[in-house]
């Protein structure tokens, strides 16, 4: 399926759009209190993500509970698999279980279809027109 | 597949665990300035939501730059869809777009495995064990 009009670049914050299916991995978690070693490895996760084989992007969001979902997105389940490998991305999931998390839930799932919408494109409902 | 065990109440702001496949709509969202109507908006959906047949439960997070990620779940397609057509929550979508959000992404994936993890679990990756 096609996705509805990509504009140029996504606004700050935004991953994109890209043709479905694609793979999303939802990750759900509760810091306990911050720590700057933590800033500085999810900013290096980032990264790292970032020049990965089947890395399309990620959203990540985080409130002043604590509590935080990143979305990254794949190309495939190969990209997650050899992403989930990664040894530098192990030893930070190591670090996250002994030292910033106290709770998490993972979800790995399959974009079947998007849309998206921008202040721009006028109040009507992006998803009417049959896409649905 | 059989999720991880799930502890018998989800923490604070988790949706919990559910047999897969499952439906995750995965919603992120840029708003203009804070608006308390927006507040009282988002809590009466909550509500409503979790009142609808095939609603499993929902995750939220937004940080102070404005940018939030909700991701909602659902039995299958059809309480999506059920969802979709709600007449309140069509007005709410529309005043979203009116007074709201800048920008929008709206993404229906299919969650086909899950883990999960406690720091009450020990620092085990709770992904090894043959279930990846």
């Known amino acids: ?3 509805t009009p990509a504009p140029a670049m996504p606004p700050a914050g935004f991953a994109g759009r890209f043709p479905t299916p694609y793979v999303a991995v ?3 978690s509760q810091r ?3 720590d700057p070693a933590y800033d500085a490895t999810a900013e290096a996760m980032v990264t790292l993500a970032a020049q990965q ?3 399309l992007g990620a959203e990540s969001a985080r409130g002043a509970d ?3 979902i990143t979305v990254s997105y794949w190309a ?3 990209a997650v698999a050899a992403w989930r490998a990664e040894l530098r991305h192990q030893a930070a ?3 996250g279980r002994l030292r910033w998390y106290r709770h998490y839930e993972l979800r ?3 974009v079947e279809r998007a849309y998206g919408w921008d202040e721009q494109d006028g109040s009507a409902d992006p998803m009417q027109g049959g896409a649905a």
Chains 1, 2 share one sequence.
């Open 93 to 95: 999931r190591d670090t």
């Open 66 to 68: 604590g509590l935080g």
């Open 108 to 110: 790995v799932a399959r």
């Open 76 to 78: 495939d389940e190969a």
């Open 1 to 3: 399926m096609r996705p």
């Open 32 to 34: 306990r209190a911050p």
């Open 26 to 28: 939802i990750f759900t």
């Open 53 to 55: 084989p089947g890395y």
